[in-house]
Nanobody, 124 residues
């Protein structure tokens, strides 16, 4: 059984940074595309960033491009999302997801495994 566990969320002020982590237990991490999605209050869940088998495959939503960086550590079976210059509109529950590689998938239906989510709240 594959389990994804997110951590690193919290309440921060606008302009600051957070680093989310996603540990994958079970399965073969190196074969997964890893993605981050988020659901803001009253909105549908949306794509944030993804990374394929290697950094050759990267994708970012326009809203976070240049501010967020996704990475992976296959030895530690962990994916990270570094979020810089956070804005009020980044407030959401952030979900980690794993799917079949090798490309950086951007659609929810391309992901098989999901974490429970971690709350990120950005205030002024």
């Amino acid at each position: 059984q594959v389990q994804l566990v997110e951590s690193g969320g919290g309440s921060v002020q606008a302009g600051t940074s957070l680093r989310l982590s996603c540990v994958v237990n079970g399965g073969t991490f190196s074969t997964y595309t890893m993605g981050w999605f988020r659901r803001a209050p009253g909105k549908e869940r949306e794509f944030v960033a993804s990374i394929g088998w290697t950094t050759t495959f990267l994708a970012y939503a326009d809203a976070v491009k240049g501010r967020f960086t996704i990475s992976r550590n296959n030895d530690k079976e962990t994916a990270h999302l570094v979020m810089n210059n956070l804005k009020l509109e980044d407030t959401a529950v952030y979900y980690c997801a794993g799917g079949a590689g090798p490309a950086a998938n951007v659609k929810e239906e391309d992901y098989i495994y999901w974490g429970q989510g971690t709350q990120v709240t950005v205030s002024s």
